[in-house]
């Protein structure tokens, strides 16, 4: 996620600290993981003020990274969201598609997702973290199942193949990163789209 410089002023200054700060938590989920974000860590990547922390997050870490799974969760739903609006069942797969291909080369495979780097830790300390993911992931869920049902999909069929999609491409990104490679989201596109296609 891309960072906008400081703005100048006192009015500004705390706000654009938030910012900094959860953009900072969100890159630290998607290379790091869950576990390895720290308030430190964060810091250290965008240069917020320490003093800013408990002003703006008063329940420290758990705040923090449950703030940034909640706008990374806004932001990919929002996009995904529009796409299925906007594109029928296999363009919206393909432009996904190609957002992550990008993502995953222009990162050197280091950036995966942020839902899912929340989701595949236990966090027993921090429950809210796993009930962040299962929200974004309705989302995410609800949004395949509307287009494919706008697609004549049946209710039943659409439910499972939108469940199947993302985990397909959760599943994808895991194995991209640690294969180097972007062959397994290839693969697993060149299925669903088979499955998509065989659905009309």
């Not at 974004?136 to 659409?158: K, M, S, T």
Request: aromatic share 6%.
């Amino acid at each position: 996620m891309a960072r906008r410089s400081s703005t100048d002023g006192s009015r500004t200054r705390l706000p654009d600290a938030r910012r900094r700060m959860i953009e900072g938590a969100i890159d630290s989920l998607r290379v790091h993981g869950a576990s390895a974000t720290s308030v430190d860590r964060v810091l250290a990547s965008t240069g917020a003020p320490r003093g800013s922390v408990y002003h703006h997050f008063p329940g420290g870490r758990t705040q923090l990274i449950n703030d940034a799974v909640t706008t990374a969760g806004d932001i990919m739903s929002s996009y995904i969201e529009r796409l299925t609006r906007d594109s029928d069942p296999v363009e919206a797969l393909e432009k996904f598609a190609d957002m992550w291909r990008t993502t995953l080369r222009d990162s050197q495979f280091r950036a995966g997702c942020p839902i899912f780097a929340v989701a595949v830790e236990t966090n027993d300390d921090a429950p809210e973290f796993a009930r962040a993911a299962a929200a974004v992931f309705e989302r995410w869920h609800a949004a395949l199942v509307d287009v494919l049902i706008r697609h004549e999909v049946p209710a039943d069929r659409a439910r499972r193949l939108a469940i199947l999609t993302v985990a397909s491409f959760e599943g994808a990104i895991a194995l991209c990163r640690v294969q180097q490679s972007i062959d397994p989201l290839d693969d697993a596109v060149a299925e669903l789209r088979a499955l998509y296609t065989a659905t009309h």
